[in-house]
């Protein structure tokens, strides 16, 4: 730098341009977003092994028996083990974003907090799940 | 030097600059506007403000109640034609404001509501929340984005008028992204550029607010008016001056001192009622309760904080509720720089500068004595605030008046005489010269700390109270100050943002306008409104000083005062007096009106 | 000065475009009240250590929106951040993220200016009405709607926390985003269709993949995630009503 402040004519701007490279480690939020996002890629992987099971049972008893003893095998079983830790995470992911796609709801009055309405979503979630599962092993022998 | 060819150029682009823009805009959209502001127009100081603008709107409310209250609120200093042509278009104006989309707060019918407000007789104050500054800026930014015949120079900071033959043609300014200079020619010039409460230590102002037009109007000859008159506000944060807004009293809370007791009924403004009554406590005029304040720290009534002697601001009995609907703003800046909430606890407070009433001298038509050049907002002293300015009267005379100023300089600009560039260019090129060289002073000292001494010296000789001795001796100090200033050494000699250099040019209008305050106030010998003595002189003088103190620029000697009449019209000097007192000072004063 | 036995470092983000050196960090070791904020902090480097430190302030009470920066790797508001909430461990500062460094913790912000304009974002009355007449009518219920949304200080730090708008060159971002919502949602508002050309694009609500991490930033709680994604549904059938109903055919 010179000895005086020298304005001149040119342009000297020289805005420094910082790099997006490794943005998703750069904090925490992010990270949790993208591990929101990633367990939306498994939903999707989940849905086409529920389509085959589906495809199988238009197939006959002997394709749906063996669809059921694959979801069975001990691969299968920890690969679950797995999942539903990672469903649970995307269903609360799911419902904590949900009120932000929501206008403002009231209720008697005064505007419903968003993490009430996260909290409702859960617990009708809970709630079907529950009642699924009762209903499932009414029918199973 | 680059030269931009604009019609109307504004200088600031706050409350009365964006509207003056927008007023030049409407008028004739084939005038080019140039809006020059040294910050991105949204962080300008209008965005603070929180209580409200004042209007007249109810019923049982009236022009008259409204004049008569500014008029005596600014302790008949006003000049009473233009307070006026004031009360008369508040209203309309902030209609207009509404109809651009600004969210004035309601009442369950849908029309705007209005508060009371101190020192004012009816509510008449129109806010937004407690954001009535913000909203009132956003609004009229985000409409000002609609007229393609408005340029914005986004910060550029501008160093000198250029005034050729008594007239005004524009101005330089530096590109701060770049360190360029350019000279922003024009048929007319507006100065809205805010205050200089940054002379002081304790004050409410956002760091901009050093007084560069103020400054450059009055080294070009035009006389700063009215200087003395310096607002504090009385309930700041201790330390920072941080605002807590005049809205906090309308919406009901009391000012105890270390006894838990309201103090303010001491001094005239009682008797203290459950439920607030305008005029009446602590909604009586500012300039009284920073006084009642200073003197129960005299009486060691007062509650001692590291900052200083303070109040207690109590909330508590409004309720949780309320504060969060009516106060939110409050409740953040006490939770999080105070660690303090105020549904539970008293918010110590003290008073802190605020507001400058004096400023350019503008008529009635906004013009300044230079032909061409026009002021509005608090940069300009047009006569309606007189000795101390009425809360939420400063967000409407933006309005108000940015709107006339920019009416009055288009219809200039159309029928501007041609003026000759050879000179203009000369001058251009010697601002441009006088600016580096207030960077390459090659001398010793540092604009920090001359702007220490200088905030100091004026919060020591130009406070609240006020003796010749003191004022002499800021007066003195002041002196030096620019001496030394001639002497500075900025470090940062870099051209792109370089904030050090334009930190030295603002210290340079900031010594000017501190001298023209300091002389005018020693110059002044009388007490009135925001400037109390002391010293022999405790009483208004009406028969001396019912007088506008003039500062005109001496080179480097203390400025030339003068004086000029202050224009009465039906409104004779009476007693100023709030409370009980007011309420049949009032009643005298309408019997006498019925009997004439 | 204050006298304080208490010192913090301050590691800030240094950058000077004439000197033709990479940004570089410079640590200043900063006595400190307890009350002190982070710009207060900085003021001090500028005043009395470094006068040629260069960033954005003005009225300390975080309403201009002058002083956004990057604190810990985290948006913040300069003059509400407190360093008492840092201390004893090293402050990292540097300037808003996503944003080109013009200078130090200065950055340009010409593209969010040039962008605003692309949002309409001024009152387009639904009905005419002249001044003498009065205000629009609006209840205090019709306000809630937007007004939550209007209280934007236009500060950036929501573009400081949107990975979207780091990444994607083209989008509006959350800040403008909100503010086209508010002008929207405001009852006296007429001009929705004038705005949706921004809106329904890929600059605008559908840039979004509702990271969310903008609301979390905000200071002043506008929440413009919500601002966002509520119009994604609608701007869905929008679109699919294109086809049933020609454009320009009224709400």
């Known amino acids: 730098m010179s000895a005086r402040i020298e304005p001149g004519r040119t342009d000297?701007?020289?805005?420094?341009?910082?790099?997006?490279?490794?943005?998703?480690?750069?904090?925490?939020?992010?990270?949790?977003?993208?591990?929101?996002?990633?367990?939306?890629?498994?939903?999707?992987?989940?849905?086409?092994?529920?389509?085959?099971?589906?495809?199988?049972?238009?197939?006959?008893?002997?394709?749906?028996?063996?669809?059921?003893?694959?979801?069975?095998?001990?691969?299968?079983?920890?690969?679950?083990?797995?999942?539903?830790?990672?469903?649970?995470?995307?269903?609360?992911?799911?419902?904590?974003?949900?009120?932000?796609?929501?206008?403002?709801?009231?209720?008697?009055?005064?505007?419903?907090?968003?993490?009430?309405?996260?909290?409702?979503?859960?617990?009708?979630?809970?709630?079907?799940?529950?009642?699924?599962?009762?209903?499932?092993?009414?029918?199973?022998p | 030097m680059e030269i931009f060819e604009s019609d109307v150029a504004i200088v600031g682009a706050g409350g009365s600059g964006l509207r003056a823009a927008i007023a030049v805009a409407e008028s004739d959209p084939s005038l080019r506007v140039a809006l020059i502001s040294k910050v991105y127009p949204m962080r300008s100081h209008t965005v603070a403000a929180e209580g409200g603008a004042a209007g007249v709107t109810r019923d049982d409310d009236s022009l008259d109640y409204h004049f008569h209250d500014t008029v005596a609120g600014g302790d008949w200093l006003c000049d009473q034609n233009v307070v006026e042509y004031f009360v008369a278009h508040c209203a309309e104006n902030l209609t207009q404001l509404e109809h651009w989309g600004c969210p004035w707060s309601r009442k369950a019918d849908g029309h705007v509501n209005v508060r009371a407000f101190g020192g004012m007789k009816v509510e008449r104050t129109w806010f937004a929340a407690d954001r009535s500054g913000f909203h009132m800026l956003h609004t009229l930014f985000q409409t000002s984005l609609q007229y393609p015949s408005i340029t914005r120079f986004d910060e550029y900071f501008c160093t000198d008028l250029v005034v050729d033959d008594g007239r005004c043609h524009g101005v330089v300014a530096i590109e701060v992204a770049t360190g360029r200079f350019t000279f922003i020619r024009a048929k007319s010039v507006i100065?809205?550029?805010?205050?200089?409460?940054?002379?002081?230590?304790?004050?409410?102002?956002?760091?901009?607010?050093?007084?560069?037009?103020?400054?450059?109007?009055?080294?070009?000859?035009?006389?700063?008016?009215?200087?003395?008159?310096?607002?504090?506000?009385?309930?700041?944060?201790?330390?920072?001056?941080?605002?807590?807004?005049?809205?906090?009293?309308?919406?009901?809370?009391?000012?105890?001192?270390?006894?838990?007791?309201?103090?303010?009924?001491?001094?005239?403004?009682?008797?203290?009622?459950?439920?607030?009554?305008?005029?009446?406590?602590?909604?009586?005029p500012r300039d009284r309760l920073s006084q009642a304040i200073w003197h129960e720290e005299r009486k060691g009534r007062t509650i001692t904080t590291p900052y200083g002697e303070a109040v207690h601001l109590d909330l508590r009995h409004l309720g949780r509720q309320k504060l969060q609907d009516r106060l939110p703003l409050?409740?953040?800046?006490?939770?999080?720089?105070?660690?303090?909430?105020?549904?539970?606890?008293?918010?110590?407070?003290?008073?802190?500068?605020?507001?400058?009433?004096?400023?350019?001298?503008?008529?009635?038509?906004?013009?300044?004595?230079?032909?061409?050049?026009?002021?509005?907002?608090?940069?300009?002293?047009?006569?309606?605030?007189?000795?101390?300015?009425?809360?939420?009267?400063?967000?409407v005379d933006i309005i108000v008046f940015g709107k006339l100023a920019g009416?009055?300089?288009?219809?200039?600009?159309?029928?501007?005489?041609?003026?000759?560039?050879?000179?203009?260019?000369?001058?251009?090129?010697?601002?441009?010269?006088?600016?580096?060289?207030?960077?390459?002073?090659?001398?010793?000292?540092?604009?920090?700390?001359?702007r220490r001494e200088m905030s100091r010296t004026m919060e020591r000789g130009c406070g609240i109270y006020r003796s010749a001795d003191e004022m002499q001796a800021t007066c003195d100090k002041l002196a030096e100050l620019r001496e030394r200033y001639r002497n500075l050494d900025v470090e940062d000699k870099s051209r792109v943002w370089n904030s050090d250099w334009l930190g030295a040019l603002e210290l340079g209008y900031l010594l000017e306008v501190a001298e023209a305050i300091a002389h005018s106030a020693l110059n002044r010998r009388e007490s009135r409104g925001a400037h109390q003595r002391l010293d022999g002189f405790e009483q208004r003088d009406d028969d001396n000083y019912l007088k506008h103190t003039l500062a005109y620029v001496n080179g480097m000697g203390p400025p030339r005062i003068a004086y000029?009449?202050?224009?009465?019209?039906?409104?004779?000097?009476?007693?100023?007096?709030?409370?009980?007192?007011?309420?049949?000072?009032d009643v005298e004063r309408q019997a006498q009106a019925n009997h004439a | 000065m204050p006298d304080t036995a208490r010192s913090i470092e301050l590691e800030i983000l240094r950058y000077l475009p004439e000197s033709g050196h990479e940004p570089w960090y410079q640590v200043y070791e900063v006595p400190f009240e307890d009350d002190w904020s982070v710009l207060q902090g900085l003021q001090f480097i500028k005043d009395d250590l470094d006068s040629t430190l260069s960033f954005r302030w003005s009225c300390r009470m975080a309403i201009c929106g002058s002083c956004g920066l990057m604190i810990d790797g985290v948006p913040r508001l300069g003059c509400r951040t407190f360093l008492r909430n840092y201390y004893p461990r090293r402050v990292r500062i540097t300037a808003l993220q996503h944003f080109p460094i013009e200078r130090d913790l200065v950055i340009v912000a010409d593209d969010f200016i040039d962008k605003l304009k692309r949002a309409k974002p001024w009152l387009i009355p639904k009905q005419a009405r002249a001044l003498a007449d009065g205000e629009y009518l609006q209840s205090p219920a019709e306000?809630?709607?937007?007004?939550?949304?209007?209280?934007?200080?236009?500060?950036?730090?929501?573009?400081?926390?949107?990975?979207?708008?780091?990444?994607?060159?083209?989008?509006?971002?959350?800040?403008?985003?909100?503010?086209?919502?508010?002008?929207?949602?405001?009852?006296?508002?007429?001009?929705?269709?004038?705005?949706?050309?921004?809106?329904?694009?890929?600059?605008?609500?559908?840039?979004?993949?509702?990271?969310?991490?903008?609301?979390?930033?905000?200071?002043?709680?506008?929440?413009?995630?919500?601002?966002?994604?509520?119009?994604?549904?609608?701007s869905a059938i929008d679109y699919l009503l294109r086809f049933v109903r020609p454009r320009g055919s009224g709400e």
């Not at chain 2, 270390?258 to 909604?283: S, V, W």
């Open chain 1, 12 to 140: 000297p701007r020289r805005p420094w341009r910082r790099s997006m490279r490794g943005w998703w480690h750069r904090n925490p939020y992010y990270l949790r977003y993208l591990a929101m996002e990633a367990t939306s890629i498994l939903i999707a992987l989940y849905a086409l092994i529920l389509l085959l099971g589906l495809w199988r049972l238009t197939e006959g008893e002997a394709a749906w028996a063996a669809w059921l003893a694959m979801l069975k095998s001990p691969v299968s079983l920890a690969l679950h083990a797995i999942l539903l830790p990672v469903f649970a995470f995307h269903s609360y992911s799911w419902f904590r974003i949900m009120p932000k796609t929501l206008p403002a709801i009231e209720w008697r009055g005064k505007r419903l907090k968003q993490t009430t309405i996260t909290a409702l979503g859960i617990a009708a979630a809970v709630a079907v799940n529950l009642a699924l599962l009762l209903l499932l092993a009414g029918v199973q």
């Open chain 3, 143 to 234: 306000l809630a709607h937007y007004r939550q949304f209007s209280t934007c200080i236009n500060c950036l730090l929501c573009y400081a926390a949107c990975p979207q708008y780091g990444l994607d060159a083209e989008f509006a971002g959350p800040g403008i985003l909100a503010l086209l919502h508010r002008y929207n949602a405001d009852s006296r508002d007429g001009g929705r269709e004038q705005r949706m050309d921004l809106g329904h694009s890929d600059a605008g609500f559908w840039g979004c993949t509702a990271v969310a991490y903008c609301s979390e930033v905000c200071p002043k709680e506008v929440d413009p995630a919500n601002a966002i994604n509520q119009n994604k549904m609608g």
């Open chain 2, 191 to 284: 100065l809205c550029t805010g205050g200089a409460g940054r002379v002081y230590r304790e004050n409410t102002n956002g760091g901009i607010v050093t007084g560069d037009g103020m400054a450059m109007a009055y080294r070009q000859g035009a006389p700063l008016r009215d200087m003395e008159f310096m607002q504090f506000h009385p309930t700041c944060m201790p330390g920072t001056g941080l605002l807590f807004t005049e809205a906090c009293r309308g919406e009901g809370g009391f000012l105890l001192n270390r006894d838990g007791y309201r103090f303010l009924q001491d001094y005239g403004l009682g008797p203290a009622l459950d439920e607030p009554r305008n005029k009446f406590m602590e909604l009586g």
């Open chain 2, 330 to 395: 409050i409740c953040e800046l006490a939770e999080e720089y105070m660690g303090i909430d105020p549904a539970r606890e008293c918010i110590p407070v003290r008073p802190g500068i605020h507001y400058t009433m004096g400023g350019i001298y503008a008529n009635l038509e906004t013009e300044t004595p230079l032909e061409g050049l026009y002021a509005a907002g608090e940069c300009a002293s047009n006569g309606i605030h007189g000795a101390n300015r009425l809360g939420s009267n400063s967000l």
């Open chain 2, 407 to 450: 009416e009055r300089a288009a219809e200039y600009a159309r029928h501007a005489p041609h003026a000759s560039q050879a000179a203009q260019m000369m001058q251009a090129d010697d601002a441009e010269r006088r600016a580096l060289a207030v960077a390459d002073g090659g001398g010793k000292e540092r604009h920090s700390v001359l």
């Open chain 2, 564 to 585: 000029q009449d202050v224009v009465i019209t039906r409104s004779p000097p009476g007693k100023r007096a709030y409370g009980a007192a007011g309420e049949s000072a």
